[in-house]
């Protein structure tokens, strides 16, 4: 696993957040730079294409304000006064602050807090080697897939679906609730060779008319959260025009019949009135769906962060179940492949010294958590030390005024591991330079593809850079933490991890770059059952036992889940003091809250900005490109509006994750998103939030 410098262009892996986690090759120019990053072009999902960001990653990597060194706090907490400090005395001194802490309060006061910054499973994942060998506190992972996983298990039973290559095979796609263009830009490629091959169909369904919508032959801008009302229709459509297919369901479903019953009073025009969209729109889309075989419903995150998130994406995939989709090659439904790897992560995460007694927190709660909520807490005490590794909660986590009340106190230790000074960092005690994802070796797979794929180290990091596998060793041997997967280097693990799993050696992978783990068609199409016991897709889910997460039991209210697909009025609703709906999509040049300190990122995005329909601002009394204020009970933002026509009215979007600092006063936009606890399990409600606009 050495690095190659005297091959000019070398395979990696992108280790970002996005369900594309394209194959790249990488243009190594010596053994501490790199030029342009490309798409692999042998690689049939990635088929050759990545994103602009990511082609320009030279920006990044060896962007001037990297951190290199370790830093200690010298003034208060927050005030941006640091002294350097070597590597070493810096893991030290955050050992003995978690010992101290830890026999004064107990182990459950120290809080590993994580994500996905890097997708690398090694680098990723080994955070919790740490948790478990010591007992410390849990984290129940709720920004992302918590909604979306469950709504799609409940009905499928596993987490996967139709090849996503196979959309070059269909005659209709429907993009629900993803903007690909700017989240997943390899969706696009396989989308539109369907197009070009067969004259498929796209059709987008959004909050607003996204740049994937602009590519599309039909475009549906619904309000937010009525996506269960819109799938609803199109199941009643289908049913009484006689395009359901039965024969399929009476095989492959669970109550056909019950589910007709539950869909007789769901007309289009019922679905008008909830969804803002016209009937013919609902009944156009819905012969669209009757008449072609081969529809694939390529279902996104961003529709599922809404408190009736699972639920609507149950209701949406369910479409494919009643039309029979899934009999067809270039037909079926797709959101997320995680249900086909198997891995064996034990030794990655220490699963074997894992005590499920230990308590764990909500992510996306961290603010509660920070201030003392008892709830949020889980009737434990305080949390006293936080450890963070691969996420930025002081920008990315609902309800930031609490988030940055429990960063600023004064007897919390916290320790982050970051590639910058994000805004997380600043308000450490201590932070640790960590390595980028082409300075150490990790595993991959691909979440809105099929491939397992290596990621080696290909250059060397500056200055004294640790990957987070480096930081957990050397924490591990000063806290007295012993594990077989702190004795081994990634490269070991990864090889094990593969075996273990069932995937040959690591030096197979070496040599091949990737595996392609499609399952076989008829597994693929659930066409030998579904994953559930009896084989059979639920139209009416058991959403007690539809959770992803198994430890989590009885999180959010399942009982006042609705049986059938319907519109679960629950979200936060325009109200007198909150006229709009606000979702918090992304923006293309971020990614998260990364990428927003590469220069031409910052450059292409401009200013936070929230777009209004023309009609909205003229009855507000507002100019397009007037600075407004914009609020709920959860605070107040300051940003500038921008006359938008695709999107209701009474919708208005704010295209993200811009930093707090990018505010006038220092506010960011999720100053405003809430972190209650949607049913089933929890989960982000970015998308989900009501707000009242001003003129500032
Ligand atoms: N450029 C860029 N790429 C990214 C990210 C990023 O921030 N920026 N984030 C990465 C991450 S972590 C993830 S999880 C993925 C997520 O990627 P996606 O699956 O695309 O999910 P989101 O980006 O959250 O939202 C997608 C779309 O859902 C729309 N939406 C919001 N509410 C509703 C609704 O009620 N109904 C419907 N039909 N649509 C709705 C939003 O307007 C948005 O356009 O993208 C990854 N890729
Ligand atoms: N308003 C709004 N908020 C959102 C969302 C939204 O759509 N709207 N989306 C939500 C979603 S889906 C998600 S997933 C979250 C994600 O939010 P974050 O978890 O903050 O996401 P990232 O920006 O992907 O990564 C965080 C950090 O990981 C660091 N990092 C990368 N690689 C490594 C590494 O190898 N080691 C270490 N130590 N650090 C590393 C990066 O420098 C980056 O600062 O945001 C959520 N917040
Ligand atoms: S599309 Fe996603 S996975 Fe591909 S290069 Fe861009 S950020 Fe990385
Ligand atoms: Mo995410």
């Given at each position: 696993?050495?690095a190659?410098?005297e091959?000019?262009?070398?395979?990696?892996?992108c280790?970002h957040?996005?369900?594309s986690?394209?194959a790249l090759?990488?243009e190594?120019?010596?053994?501490h730079?790199?030029?342009?990053?490309y798409?692999?072009?042998q690689?049939?999902y990635?088929?050759g294409?990545?994103?602009?960001?990511?082609a320009?990653?030279?920006?990044?990597?060896h962007?001037p304000?990297?951190?290199?060194?370790a830093?200690k706090?010298?003034?208060?907490k927050?005030?941006?006064?640091?002294?350097?400090?070597a590597?070493e005395?810096?893991?030290?001194?955050?050992?003995e602050?978690l010992l101290?802490?830890?026999?004064?309060?107990g182990a459950e006061?120290?809080?590993?807090?994580y994500?996905?910054?890097t997708?690398g499973?090694v680098?990723?994942?080994?955070i919790?080697r740490l948790?478990?060998v010591?007992?410390y506190?849990g984290?129940?992972?709720?920004f992302?897939v918590s909604?979306?996983?469950s709504?799609?298990?409940a009905?499928?039973g596993?987490?996967?679906g139709?090849?996503?290559?196979?959309m070059?095979?269909?005659d209709l796609i429907?993009?629900?609730?993803t903007?690909p263009?700017?989240?997943q830009?390899n969706v696009m490629t396989?989308?539109?060779?369907?197009r070009?091959?067969?004259?498929a169909?796209?059709?987008?369904v959004?909050?607003y008319?996204?740049?994937?919508?602009?590519q599309?032959?039909?475009g549906v801008?619904?309000?937010p959260?009525?996506?269960g009302?819109l799938?609803?229709?199109?199941m009643?459509?289908?049913?009484?025009?006689?395009?359901a297919?039965r024969?399929?369901?009476?095989?492959y479903?669970?109550?056909p019949?019950?589910?007709?019953?539950?869909l007789?009073?769901?007309?289009?025009?019922?679905?008008?009135?909830?969804t803002?969209?016209?009937?013919?729109?609902?009944e156009?889309?819905a012969?669209m769906?009757?008449e072609?075989?081969?529809?694939?419903?390529r279902?996104?995150y961003?529709?599922a962060?809404?408190?009736?998130?699972?639920?609507?994406?149950?209701a949406?995939?369910?479409?494919a179940?009643?039309?029979g989709c899934?009999?067809h090659e270039?037909?079926?439904?797709?959101?997320?492949?995680?249900g086909?790897?198997?891995?064996n992560?034990?030794?990655?995460e220490?699963l074997?010294v894992?005590d499920?007694?230990v308590?764990?927190?909500d992510?996306?709660q961290?603010?509660r958590?920070?201030?003392g909520?008892?709830?949020?807490?889980?009737g434990g005490g305080?949390?006293m030390?936080?450890f963070?590794?691969?996420?930025?909660p002081?920008?990315v986590?609902?309800?930031?005024?609490?988030?940055k009340?429990?960063?600023a106190?004064k007897?919390?230790?916290?320790?982050?591991h970051?590639?910058?000074?994000?805004?997380?960092?600043?308000?450490?005690?201590?932070?640790?330079?960590?390595?980028m994802?082409?300075e150490?070796?990790?595993?991959?797979q691909?979440?809105?593809h099929q491939h397992?794929?290596l990621?080696p180290?290909?250059?060397?990091?500056?200055?004294?850079?640790r990957s987070?596998h480096d930081?957990l060793?050397g924490?591990?041997?000063?806290l007295?933490?012993?594990h077989?997967g702190?004795s081994?280097t990634?490269g070991?693990?990864i090889?094990?991890?593969?075996?273990e799993s069932?995937?040959?050696?690591?030096?197979?992978?070496?040599?091949?770059?990737w595996?392609?783990?499609q399952?076989?068609?008829?597994?693929?199409?659930f066409?030998?059952?579904?994953?559930h016991?009896d084989?059979k897709?639920r139209?009416?889910?058991?959403?007690k036992s539809a959770y992803?997460?198994?430890?989590?039991?009885?999180?959010?209210d399942?009982?006042?889940m609705p049986k059938?697909?319907?519109?679960?009025?629950?979200?936060?609703?325009?109200?007198a003091e909150h006229?709009f709906r606000m979702a918090?999509?992304?923006a293309?040049?971020?990614?998260?809250?990364?990428?927003?300190?590469?220069?031409?990122?910052?450059?292409?995005e401009?200013?936070?900005e929230?777009?209004?329909h023309p009609?909205?601002?003229?009855?507000?009394?507002?100019e397009?490109?007037q600075?407004?204020v914009i609020g709920?009970?959860?605070?107040q933002v300051?940003?500038?509006?921008?006359?938008?026509?695709g999107?209701?009215?009474?919708?208005?979007i704010?295209e993200?994750i811009?930093?707090n600092?990018?505010?006038?006063d220092?506010?960011?936009i999720?100053?405003?998103v809430s972190a209650?606890v949607?049913a089933?399990?929890?989960g982000g409600?970015?998308?989900?939030?009501?707000?009242?606009?001003?003129?500032?």
């Amino acid at each position: 696993m050495n690095a190659r410098p005297e091959i000019k262009t070398v395979h990696s892996v992108c280790p970002h957040d996005c369900p594309s986690a394209c194959a790249l090759e990488v243009e190594v120019l010596d053994e501490h730079t790199i030029g342009r990053v490309y798409g692999a072009k042998q690689n049939t999902y990635t088929a050759g294409v990545v994103c602009a960001k990511v082609a320009r990653y030279a920006e990044r990597v060896h962007h001037p304000d990297r951190l290199t060194h370790a830093l200690k706090r010298k003034g208060a907490k927050g005030s941006g006064e640091w002294q350097e400090i070597a590597i070493e005395d810096a893991l030290d001194e955050v050992a003995e602050q978690l010992l101290k802490i830890e026999s004064r309060h107990g182990a459950e006061a120290i809080w590993p807090y994580y994500y996905a910054g890097t997708m690398g499973l090694v680098m990723r994942d080994g955070i919790n080697r740490l948790r478990h060998v010591k007992g410390y506190s849990g984290m129940y992972d709720t920004f992302c897939v918590s909604l979306p996983w469950s709504g799609y298990i409940a009905g499928t039973g596993k987490l996967a679906g139709a090849d996503p290559r196979e959309m070059a095979k269909s005659d209709l796609i429907i993009i629900w609730g993803t903007n690909p263009v700017h989240t997943q830009v390899n969706v696009m490629t396989h989308a539109i060779r369907g197009r070009k091959e067969r004259g498929a169909k796209i059709v987008c369904v959004d909050v607003y008319e996204t740049s994937t919508m602009k590519q599309a032959d039909v475009g549906v801008v619904l309000k937010p959260g009525t996506d269960g009302a819109l799938a609803c229709a199109l199941m009643h459509i289908l049913f009484r025009d006689g395009t359901a297919d039965r024969a399929y369901m009476a095989k492959y479903t669970d109550d056909p019949a019950g589910l007709e019953a539950q869909l007789k009073d769901k007309t289009p025009e019922w679905a008008a009135t909830i969804t803002g969209l016209k009937m013919e729109q609902i009944e156009d889309l819905a012969r669209m769906i009757g008449e072609t075989d081969r529809t694939y419903f390529r279902l996104g995150y961003g529709f599922a962060r809404q408190r009736n998130g699972s639920a609507n994406m149950h209701a949406a995939l369910s479409i494919a179940a009643v039309k029979g989709c899934w009999q067809h090659e270039g037909g079926g439904a797709f959101h997320n492949n995680g249900g086909i790897y198997h891995w064996n992560k034990t030794l990655i995460e220490g699963l074997d010294v894992k005590d499920a007694s230990v308590r764990w927190m909500d992510q996306s709660q961290i603010g509660r958590v920070l201030t003392g909520d008892k709830a949020a807490l889980k009737g434990g005490g305080p949390v006293m030390a936080l450890f963070t590794q691969n996420t930025n909660p002081v920008s990315v986590a609902p309800e930031q005024e609490l988030v940055k009340q429990g960063f600023a106190r004064k007897d919390l230790f916290t320790c982050v591991h970051e590639q910058f000074l994000t805004e997380t960092a600043a308000w450490a005690d201590i932070v640790l330079p960590a390595t980028m994802f082409l300075e150490h070796d990790d595993l991959y797979q691909g979440g809105g593809h099929q491939h397992i794929m290596l990621g080696p180290k290909l250059i060397e990091a500056p200055g004294e850079c640790r990957s987070n596998h480096d930081v957990l060793v050397g924490l591990a041997k000063r806290l007295g933490a012993e594990h077989d997967g702190f004795s081994q280097t990634p490269g070991q693990l990864i090889d094990h991890t593969l075996q273990e799993s069932g995937w040959g050696t690591v030096e197979e992978l070496e040599k091949v770059h990737w595996i392609d783990a499609q399952p076989e068609f008829e597994k693929a199409h659930f066409l030998k059952g579904f994953g559930h016991p009896d084989g059979k897709y639920r139209f009416s889910p058991d959403w007690k036992s539809a959770y992803f997460r198994r430890e989590v039991t009885n999180y959010g209210d399942c009982e006042a889940m609705p049986k059938w697909p319907t519109h679960w009025d629950v979200t936060e609703n325009a109200d007198a003091e909150h006229p709009f709906r606000m979702a918090t999509s992304p923006a293309r040049n971020f990614l998260n809250s990364s990428f927003n300190e590469t220069p031409t990122s910052i450059e292409k995005e401009g200013r936070p900005e929230l777009y209004v329909h023309p009609e909205d601002l003229t009855d507000l009394g507002l100019e397009d490109g007037q600075k407004v204020v914009i609020g709920n009970t959860r605070g107040q933002v300051r940003l500038h509006v921008s006359a938008f026509e695709g999107v209701q009215r009474g919708v208005v979007i704010a295209e993200s994750i811009w930093p707090n600092h990018a505010f006038e006063d220092g506010r960011g936009i999720n100053t405003l998103v809430s972190a209650d606890v949607p049913a089933p399990v929890g989960g982000g409600t970015f998308h989900d939030v009501h707000v009242w606009v001003r003129a500032a």
